[in-house]
Nanobody
Framework: QVQLVESGGGLVQAGGSLRLSCAAS????????MGWFRQAPGKEREFVAA???????IYADSVKGRFTISRDNAKNTLYLQMNSLKPEDTAVYYC????????????????WGQGTQVTASS
């Protein structure tokens, strides 16, 4: 089991920045690829970014160049730096531990946090 707890969400004006954190406990954090997903009201949960155990990163086209995913294995923590936020980035953001297959599919993640709300106002 891996327990994940997100923090760092909040209300920010469009163009602003936020940094999300995801604290992991339980099994060895460094053994897992990790991802961020988000879910806006009335929409499906969608992929945002992921980082492999070796530090390779991938991003959804909608956030490429604005968001940066990183990890600190010594602190068992995953991060998402979000810059130039837009109103369409408003959603609940979830971190998840990847267990098999492609990083883009939420079905390939077995462990999820409870989510943190991000609101970018226009």
């Amino acid at each position: 089991q891996v327990q994940l707890v997100e923090s760092g969400g909040g209300l920010v004006q469009a163009g602003g920045s936020l940094r999300l954190s995801c604290a992991a406990s339980g099994r060895t954090f460094s053994n897992y690829g990790m991802g961020w997903f988000r879910q806006a009201p009335g929409k499906e949960r969608e992929f945002v970014a992921a980082i492999s155990t070796t530090g390779i990163t991938i991003y959804a086209d909608s956030v490429k160049g604005r968001f940066t995913i990183s990890r600190d294995n010594a602190k068992n923590t995953l991060y998402l730096q979000m810059n130039s936020l837009k109103p369409e980035d408003t959603a609940v953001y979830y971190c998840a531990a990847h267990t098999f297959g492609t990083f883009y599919s939420r079905g390939n993640y077995d462990y999820w946090g409870q989510g943190t709300q991000v609101t970018a106002s226009s």
